[in-house]
């Protein structure tokens, strides 16, 4: 026999319905702070398919160069933009060659402004003159820099860039990274970008930290 709910069986309704309608909001709530959590983290370590964004930039040693002007070159000298760093040496066969050449079609194609620096890692061949005539026959607006290993040897530890002279046994041989580097406006070592380099796709997700 059916007949209409006791006042008892509609404040047990009531309560079930009210438990359900809290249940609901803190799922929903708890979701929405998952997603926002997961998206934070993605942003902040994100990792491009050419260009690679370290999680957590590193300061800069304090170090002294020499621009290809003959002037003094420190950690300062980074800051302010973005800029793009290659170790290499200016006699160097292909290699450094074909990179420099990519470099300028990248340089050519980001739409904000960003410094590229040639860290010559070569000091006892690669004067400041010698450094000149290398980075403007690409473009004018490059920055070449070197000095006493000492020095450039703290620039390229904090951002990873391992390289060796050897000069035993009469030979010379420079073996260098092949990376390219970059520096944030902060001055910081923010990430990398690995061989082989594709001008059109580095220059468009640089476009997008830029």
């Not at 300062?76 to 800029?83: E, L």
């Not at 290398?134 to 391992?162: C, H, M, Q, R, W």
């Amino acid at each position: 026999m059916s007949g209409r709910p006791s006042r008892a069986s509609y404040a047990a309704i009531f309560v079930v319905a009210a438990l359900a309608a809290a249940a609901g909001v803190w799922l929903n709530t708890s979701l929405q702070e998952e997603t926002e959590s997961t998206s934070v983290a993605t942003t902040a370590g994100r990792t491009f398919e050419a260009i690679t964004l370290i999680d957590k930039p590193r300061t800069l040693p304090d170090f002294t160069l020499t621009d290809q002007d003959s002037n003094s070159f420190a950690p300062g000298d980074f800051k302010g933009q973005w800029t793009l760093v290659f170790s290499g040496f200016t006699s160097c066969g292909h290699f450094c060659p074909m990179t420099m050449a990519r470099i300028r079609v990248i340089y050519e194609q980001v739409d904000k402004p960003m410094r590229v620096v040639f860290l010559s890692v070569d000091p006892g061949r690669d004067t400041p003159e010698v450094i000149k005539n290398y980075v403007t026959g690409y473009n004018e607006s490059f920055t070449g820099i070197t000095g006493d290993k000492s020095e450039i040897d703290k620039l390229t530890k904090a951002i990873e860039a391992p390289y060796v002279v050897d000069t035993s046994g009469g030979k010379y041989t420079v073996d260098h990274a092949s990376d390219l580097f970059l520096i944030n406006p902060e001055g910081q070592y923010a990430g990398f970008i690995s061989q082989p380099l594709d001008s059109s796709l580095i220059s468009t997700e640089l476009n997008s930290i830029l």
